[in-house]
């Protein structure tokens, strides 16, 4: 049970920082160190990679990174999204 509660926890979170930064792009204010991703991709470490499965099927795959001394959530080939560095340990 507290597998189950850890793995939705985990996969919660990223969905909520999502919905932040789609929120704040539809409102002008996307912080200004966010990166294209193909530049946070290229020369960034990746630090972990998280598959979102609905009913078996994978419907999503964040990945973490490290880039400039700040922690980048991925997702989709073209969004990226500051989070905090803990996200990255």
């Known amino acids: 049970m ?5 793995a939705w926890i985990i996969l919660d979170w990223p969905s909520t920082a999502i919905a932040q930064h789609l929120a ?7 912080p200004a ?6 530049i946070i991709v290229t020369d960034g470490e990746l630090k972990a990679t998280i598959f979102a499965y609905r009913d078996g099927n994978l419907i999503m ?4 990174y490290w880039w400039r ?17 803990a996200a990255c340990y």
């Open 61 to 64: 795959q964040y990945k973490y």
């Open 2 to 6: 507290l597998l189950i509660a850890a």
């Open 24 to 30: 704040d792009r539809q409102n002008g204010t996307v």
């Open 33 to 38: 160190s966010t990166a294209a991703p193909s």
């Open 69 to 85: 001394d700040a922690c980048y959530l991925t997702y989709e080939p073209t969004n990226s999204a500051p989070v905090p560095p």
